[in-house]
């Protein structure tokens, strides 16, 4: 099989799989397992910020964040295209009581800065609380202008504000942009890094931040039904992926290039792909189902629509990518 689908769907490597079979374990609920606290040293140190906190997903980890920023009646800027904000379930809503106050993002994924300023709300009994900016990096497989994110930022501290980073894919922007993950993270008051994306853990999202805010999404966490026992082992992936892991989505990015590449010679599809590891392109209505049919038959598993995207991962190689473009270029040459 070859799985385009999202970069969620590697297998952990045998590698991986003898460093969790090794972890030295407790309960982490605890604060005592120690293969978990060293994950989340580890991943704070990469990330220039005190400390770290290890959870079972990134949509937790950017809740327990939210929460740990805005109380009940308190407001967050957002895109309208960030996951926090449109695949999460409304989480902040639903658990966290925050309202979130959506901004349209630009093509780029930034949202402009004039439309943040105005959507900052003044200390009014009728208003919500405005307390902090989510923005995210890498978004739609793009990675912020590192100018903007400065700007943004600046702004949103000049108006009380404190900024949380989904960065799930902060590590593909590093790679792709040859910022390391510190300087990425330096301006955000604190960073959720997926570690079951590329990186190519089954499990886990480390948030990073000032320890006073970890010590606060600590209780989030628990509350939130995330507080595990011998996680260690998971934590293990994590450190493993860490380790191993990161500088190779170069070559998921250069794979993401080379596909990008080859459907751009098909007349009927228009692509566009960015530095990292997604690829977007659009295909004729009547062919969406036709096509993923076809592929499907011949074991690639991608969701063809109007709008498609493809992602690539440590599970997909080179020749992957070239019998995926033959089978496409194969059904529209039919
Ligand atoms: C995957 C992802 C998350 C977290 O997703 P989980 O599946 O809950 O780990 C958060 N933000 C972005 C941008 C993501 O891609």
Same mark, same amino acid.
């Given at each position: 099989?070859?799985?385009?689908? #999202?970069?969620? =769907?590697?297998?952990?490597?045998?590698?991986?799989?003898? #460093?969790?079979?090794?972890?030295?374990?407790?309960?982490?609920?605890?604060?005592?397992?120690?293969?978990?606290?060293?994950?989340?040293?580890?991943?704070?140190?990469?990330?220039?910020?005190?400390?770290?906190?290890?959870?079972? #997903?990134?949509?937790?980890?950017? &809740?327990?964040?939210?929460?740990?920023?805005?109380?009940?009646?308190?407001? +967050?800027?957002?895109?309208?295209?960030?996951?926090? +904000?449109?695949?999460?379930?409304?989480?902040?809503?639903?658990?966290?009581?925050? *309202?979130?106050?959506?901004?349209?993002?630009?093509?780029?994924?930034?949202?402009? &800065?004039? /439309?943040?300023?105005?959507?900052?709300?003044?200390?009014?009994?009728?208003?919500?609380?405005?307390?902090?900016?989510?923005? /995210?990096?890498?978004? !739609?497989?793009?990675?912020?202008?590192?100018?903007?994110?400065?700007?943004?930022?600046?702004?949103?501290?000049?108006?009380?504000?404190?900024?949380?980073?989904?960065?799930?894919? =902060?590590?593909?922007?590093?790679?792709?942009?040859? *910022?390391?993950?510190?300087?990425?993270?330096?301006?955000?008051?604190?960073?959720?890094?997926?570690?079951?994306?590329? &990186? !190519?853990?089954?499990?886990?999202?480390?948030?990073?931040?000032?320890?006073?805010?970890?010590?606060?999404?600590?209780?989030?966490?628990?509350?939130?039904?995330? !507080?595990?026992?011998?996680?260690?082992? &998971?934590?293990?992936?994590?450190?493993?992926?860490?380790?191993?892991?990161?500088?190779? @989505?170069? /070559?998921?990015? /250069?794979?993401?290039?080379?596909?990008?590449?080859?459907?751009?010679?098909?007349?009927?599809?228009?692509?566009?792909?960015?530095?990292?590891?997604?690829?977007?392109?659009?295909?004729?209505?009547?062919?969406?189902?036709?096509?993923?049919?076809?592929?499907?038959?011949?074991?690639? @598993?991608?969701?063809?629509? +109007?709008?498609?995207?493809?992602?690539?991962?440590?599970?997909?190689?080179?020749?992957?990518?070239?019998?995926?473009?033959?089978?496409?270029?194969?059904?529209?040459?039919?």
């Amino acid at each position: 099989m070859i799985d385009l689908r #999202s970069d969620t =769907v590697t297998r952990p490597s045998q590698a991986m799989l003898a #460093s969790m079979a090794a972890a030295e374990v407790g309960d982490d609920v605890w604060g005592d397992d120690p293969t978990v606290l060293r994950l989340q040293a580890a991943v704070a140190e990469r990330a220039g910020k005190e400390a770290g906190l290890f959870f079972p #997903s990134g949509t937790q980890s950017n &809740l327990a964040a939210l929460m740990a920023h805005c109380g009940r009646g308190d407001e +967050y800027i957002v895109g309208q295209s960030a996951h926090t +904000y449109r695949n999460e379930g409304g989480g902040a809503a639903v658990l966290g009581s925050i *309202q979130p106050q959506p901004i349209a993002n630009a093509a780029d994924g930034s949202l402009p &800065l004039d /439309e943040i300023a105005a959507a900052i709300k003044p200390i009014d009994d009728h208003f919500a609380r405005t307390r902090l900016l989510a923005l /995210e990096n890498t978004i !739609g497989g793009k990675v912020l202008p590192a100018g903007y994110v400065a700007e943004a930022v600046t702004l949103a501290n000049s108006r009380g504000l404190a900024t949380h980073l989904d960065g799930a894919r =902060v590590c593909n922007a590093a790679v792709a942009s040859g *910022q390391s993950i510190a300087a990425l993270c330096a301006p955000f008051d604190s960073v959720s890094i997926c570690f079951s994306k590329g &990186l !190519g853990a089954p499990v886990g999202s480390v948030l990073v931040g000032s320890a006073d805010l970890i010590e606060s999404a600590r209780r989030w966490r628990k509350v939130l039904g995330g !507080g595990m026992r011998q996680s260690g082992l &998971l934590a293990a992936a994590c450190l493993y992926a860490l380790e191993h892991n990161v500088d190779r @989505l170069a /070559e998921d990015h /250069e794979n993401a290039e080379h596909l990008a590449r080859g459907l751009a010679e098909i007349d009927e599809v228009h692509v566009q792909s960015h530095a990292t590891n997604m690829v977007f392109a659009q295909f004729p209505q009547e062919h969406c189902a036709p096509l993923e049919a076809a592929l499907k038959e011949q074991g690639i @598993l991608t969701q063809v629509l +109007y709008g498609s995207r493809f992602v690539t991962h440590m599970d997909v190689k080179r020749a992957d990518i070239d019998m995926f473009v033959s089978a496409v270029k194969a059904y529209f040459a039919e």
